[in-house]
């Protein structure tokens, strides 16, 4: 199968700009078609597919800002970038608020910047194009994806291959206290059964294990950088959020044990599977705040699952958000796969074991009040999930008894 190389257009009334960047982008596998003006980019998208559109904040013909708007309402799944000197500054902070701009590339530009942030755009509005018409028109109204935590990434160069350099590691997570304290309590907790106190990062990286390092690590960057911003939501209290997530992963770590009880690849995934289950809300929460507000209002009022509101409010839910959001930062198919399908694991054929736990575990801390997070109405666990992990009245309680035992110990 061929795959059509990706189309810009650019808009730009100054001839010498396009000229240069013609001269510029000639070498690149893309198509690029270059306008003057709003009238001739309007005519041009009717009749040819474009993936992103890049034009002056003014154009000869139009504002920059109108024309964005009207590419916005016709085409909702094209990427708009603005090419802004410094001057149509207030246009663009507008543009950028009211979504209808994404991403800016200041003028004068530097080329390989430039190159980057066009390539970036690519990538998402490939992403993109797998989804709904709806979806796609929800994303390309906020700004471009962030990029994955630099810390996350940090980490991650410490291992090579199968070869993981955990003294390089442990230098590096020691000089951020805050996670160096949150790796030293769960490797102490119970769930990870220490008989002996774990009170170096080294240490703490050999019980834990690499995966599960790197994921609280990204959770926390996530927490700290997205969240950190977040606007009052009603119905989404941010502590109850993390508790749910923790209580989450603790929950699908011990599912999992019944199933395979000495297979550690499976336990650590389930584990991370339910640490990141929930990544979607705090997207739609830090993305589109007063929609997400709206559909847990919905969820509330109408006795619905949140996902279903999320649907009637915005079109999506936050599970295919999240996943969304997993794969655009590369994460490994395991945790997007997770995250996509925690509400309807049935609808995978990979990692059904890992899936399963997650779904399981999500249900089960709602049961044990652990973070509500805009969830008001829930489902039972079909009877299929309680006969695959063995849920008995009695097995219930045992697993209650452990994460509160864990959860508490954290939260201390
Ligand atoms: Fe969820
Ligand atoms: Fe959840």
Redo the contacts with the bound molecule.
């Keep these: 199968m061929t795959h059509a190389r990706p189309a810009i257009l650019f808009v730009d009334h100054e001839q010498d700009t396009l000229q240069r960047l013609r001269q510029l982008l000639q070498g690149e596998a893309w198509e690029c078609h270059f306008v003057s003006s709003a009238a001739e980019a309007m005519k041009y998208l009717q009749k040819h597919r474009v993936d992103m559109v890049v034009s002056d904040t003014q154009t000869a013909d139009m504002d920059g800002h109108q024309l964005f708007a009207e590419i916005h309402k016709l085409y909702p799944g094209i990427v708009r970038i603005y090419l802004s000197s410094y001057a149509n500054q207030d246009n663009v902070i507008k543009a950028l608020a009211e979504g209808y701009c994404q991403q800016i590339i200041p003028k004068p530009w530097i080329d390989q910047e430039l190159k980057e942030i066009l390539r970036s755009a690519i990538r998402q509005s490939h992403q993109q194009k797998k989804h709904s018409l709806a979806f796609q028109a929800l994303i390309n109204s906020i700004p471009l994806l962030p990029a994955l935590p630099e810390s996350y990434s940090n980490v991650r160069a410490c291992i090579v291959g199968d070869e993981v350099n955990i003294e390089k590691m442990a230098d590096y997570i020691s000089q951020d206290v805050a996670i160096s304290s949150i790796l030293l309590h769960w490797a102490n907790s119970a769930l990870f059964g220490q008989r002996f106190q774990v009170d170096t990062i080294k240490k703490a990286i050999i019980v834990l294990g690499t995966d599960i390092v790197e994921n609280l690590i990204l959770s926390e960057s996530v927490n700290r950088t997205i969240a950190a911003k977040l606007p009052e939501i009603k119905g989404f209290d941010f502590g109850q959020f993390k508790k749910h997530s923790m209580a989450t992963a603790v929950l699908s770590r011990l599912l999992i044990k019944s199933l395979h009880p000495t297979d550690f690849v499976h336990h650590d995934r389930a584990f991370v599977a339910g640490l990141l ?2 990544l ?2 705090l997207a739609a929460a830090s993305f589109f705040p007063m929609q997400f507000e709206t559909a847990i209002e919905f969820a509330k009022n109408r006795k619905l699952p ?2 279903e509101a999320e649907m009637a409010t915005y079109g999506t839910q ?2 295919e958000l999240g996943g969304f959001l997993a794969e655009w930062w590369a994460l490994p198919p395991f945790i997007v796969n997770a995250i996509c399908w ?2 309807q694991p049935h609808l995978t054929s990979i990692d059904q074991d890992v899936v399963a736990a997650a779904h399981v575990a ?1 249900l089960l801390s709602y049961q044990f009040h652990y973070g509500s997070n805009g ?1 008001t109405c829930l489902r039972g666990i079909a009877d299929n999930y309680r006969e695959k992990f063995y849920l008995s009245e009695e097995a219930n309680e045992i697993l209650r008894a452990k994460t509160d035992q864990t959860i508490s110990a954290l939260a201390q």
């Design positions: 289950h929930d979607g809300k949140l996902t936050h599970a925690h509400h999500n969830d």
